[in-house]
């Protein structure tokens, strides 16, 4: 059976968590393909909350398998502490979590490393979250990592101990002002591999590939968003990882031909956490009501985001990127009592009209052009069938879906699990 992939559009905070929680009823394995605790996907069911960073969001369902893969960088005390918080609630997961032994780990001294880096770039720094993703990352590439398999063998801490000493003279060459002490970073951090190597380890792209065989349902599910990755987004402002439908097929060991539906996930405005260009970003009242409205405050870090208008130039390029089958738009409700909407719909860069999203998207290169549409008065937050949907909102659908040409199949109008409203039948 392919595997749908379930991802984000725009900048990260899309609703990714909500919506597979939604679909995970239809799946049998939920997959995350990469990413880190820089993640945070959050759930709301029974009038709780819950936030993940590196669990798969299929962790509160029974029947659902959750497989961190191969692409996910896992930082074992944050791990320990999301594990923590489901055994508060009881959920049982030492049955239905699994880890891929390729998956790369957070050593304390990534985190130290990513501070130094941030530190060091002064005005000019990404707005990382400090979880350590970077350097975790460079180390993979650099061929230096430290695999989950790695701690079933038993010269692992050796190896730890000469990556961390290599990591401790490189924060000293960065040569800024960090303050840190190692060893009780190190005691948490041993103690949460112990909690790490507790649960079960698995050869991530066999067990999918049999799973597949099986006929068993799976979804991928994306961190970050498109405009993140790190060859389609807003280099160097974005993460290190390819948050695109490719990151899949590496976070996964999927091949390109067993993907199926490309599930793909925007808010109706737009949002971006940390640094980078952002060319419909608002800074009037405007903004300011997205954001008090949409509670628009990191679920990681807890910055507030900034906001602004939906940008069509770049979700029509994520669109393209990731092969999007369908679209589910997220925060609809947020845009109600806004008398007028804006879309962009192309950009004016460098003195031409163009419609596509450039190499360069700086401030002093492009000026949005936006297309305005009449807004609605209506509370959407109860409405539970697409045919209650205000006249205007479906007008702002439409247009989207002409000019996407990909169906919009579900309309979120709430952060709760229940606020969902499916426009079409899904599969
Ligand atoms: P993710 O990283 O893509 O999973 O998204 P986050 O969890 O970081 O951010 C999405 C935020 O919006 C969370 O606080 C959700 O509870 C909330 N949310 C999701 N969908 C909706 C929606 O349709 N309306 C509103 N008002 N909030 C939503
Ligand atoms: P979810 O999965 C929003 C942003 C950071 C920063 C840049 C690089 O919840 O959508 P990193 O720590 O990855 O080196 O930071 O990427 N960022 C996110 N923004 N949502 C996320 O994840 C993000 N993960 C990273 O704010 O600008
Ligand atoms: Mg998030």
Not at 153 to 159: G, N, Q, T
Not at 257 to 270: P, R, S
Not at 357 to 381: A, C, K, Q, R
């Amino acid at each position: 059976m392919a595997v749908d992939l379930l991802l984000g559009l725009q900048w990260g905070d899309e609703g990714k968590g909500k919506i597979v929680d939604v679909l995970t009823s239809n799946y049998n394995i939920i997959a995350r393909f990469q990413g880190g605790p820089n993640a945070g996907h959050t759930l709301v069911f029974n009038g709780k909350k819950h936030v993940l960073h590196t669990i798969p969001s299929g962790i509160f369902h029974d029947d659902a398998t959750n497989l961190v893969g191969n692409g996910v960088v896992i930082d074992p005390v944050i791990f320990k502490g999301e594990l923590d918080k489901l055994e508060e609630q009881n959920i049982d997961y030492r049955k239905s979590l699994l880890i891929s032994r390729k998956a790369h780990i957070i050593l304390p001294t990534h985190r130290l490393l990513d501070a130094a880096s941030e530190a060091s770039k002064g005005k000019a720094k990404i707005g990382s979250t400090l979880k350590g993703i970077g350097p975790t990352y460079m180390d993979k590439t650099g061929r230096n990592g430290i695999r989950v398999g790695d701690l079933e063998l038993s010269d692992w801490k050796e190896r730890y101990r000469n990556l961390a000493d290599k990591h401790e003279s490189m924060i000293a060459y960065y040569n800024v002002d960090i303050e840190y002490n190692l060893k009780e970073l190190e005691e948490e951090f041993f103690k949460a591999i112990d909690v790490l190597k507790s649960l079960t380890f698995i050869d991530s792209e066999e067990y999918i590939y049999q799973a597949q065989k099986a006929e068993k349902s799976i979804l991928a599910e994306g961190a970050q968003g498109s405009l993140l990755d790190i060859d389609f987004g807003t280099y160097p402002f974005v993460t290190s990882s390819n948050t695109t439908a490719a990151g899949a097929c590496t976070g996964l060991g999927v091949a390109p031909n067993q993907i199926g539906d490309v599930f793909g996930i925007f808010k109706a405005y737009t949002t971006r956490v940390g640094s980078g260009p952002f060319p419909t970003e608002l800074f009037d009242e405007d903004g300011k009501t997205m954001g008090r409205v949409g509670n628009e405050f990191g679920a990681t870090t807890g910055r507030p985001r900034r906001c602004g208008w939906l940008d069509l130039v770049a979700l029509k390029y994520a669109c393209r990127v990731n092969g999007v089958t369908q679209l589910m738009m997220m925060k609809g409700d947020v845009l109600s009592g806004f008398k007028t909407l804006k879309v962009c719909t192309q950009y004016k860069y460098k003195g031409k009209t163009i419609s596509h999203l450039p190499y360069n998207i700086e401030p002093e290169n492009v000026e949005p052009i936006y297309t305005e549409f009449s807004g609605w008065n209506e509370d959407l937050t109860e409405m539970s069938d697409a045919s209650e949907l205000p006249k205007a909102l479906n007008e702002y659908i439409d247009f989207l879906e002409k000019e996407l040409e990909i169906p919009i199949t579900i309309v979120s109008v709430g952060p709760d699990r229940k606020q969902t409203i499916f426009r079409q039948q899904l599969v």
